[in-house]
């Protein structure tokens, strides 16, 4: 039941992510708690190691010490709740895109409009339309390229 979930989670915690292979680093931003809160455990639950953001200098800030983190590295994916706030969600991402040209950010949308598709496409971003199911989502976060503890590997 939801305590073996919970002690699952707890020792998910505590396993570095080299252990598990196919584990990304998500890092899940939005001013939406709960949608962030849902999220962030719909993720976890699959295994990647999950740090949330609610304020977005707090999220800059995060990005530029994963950058240099030699422990565990940068984060695979940011996932992004644009629903609410598409403009806002495209400055961050430009923003994000001088620290990290290469982070794969997904953005969750709602109807969002062609001239927002398009900055969003051009500033490398993915759109997922909300509602989205578990599913779906964890298929697009995991389908990003080599989880960082293996990039760090590699490169060592």
């Given amino acids: 039941g939801m305590d ?45 190691g999950v740090v949330e953001s609610a304020d977005d200098a707090v999220l800059m800030e995060q990005i530029r010490t994963a950058l240099v983190d030699p422990v565990r590295g940068r984060f695979d994916v940011l996932l992004r709740d644009a629903r609410t706030d598409p403009s806002a969600a495209l400055a961050l991402l430009a923003c994000v895109r001088r620290l990290d040209k290469a982070l794969p950010v997904v953005l969750l949308v709602k109807r969002p409009d062609d001239i927002f598709r398009r900055n969003a496409h051009r500033l490398g971003a993915v759109l997922l339309d909300a509602p989205v199911e578990s599913k779906r989502l964890l298929t697009v976060v995991a389908g990003f390229g080599i989880p960082s503890a293996y990039r760090r590997r590699r490169a060592a």
Avoid at 5 to 23: C, G
Avoid at 25 to 42: M, P
């Fill in 4 to 48: 073996t979930n919970r002690l699952l989670h707890e020792l998910a915690e505590q396993f570095p992510l080299s252990l598990r292979p196919h584990a990304r680093r998500v890092l899940v931003s939005g001013a939406d708690s709960s949608l962030r809160r849902l999220c962030a455990a719909v993720i976890r639950a699959d295994s990647h």
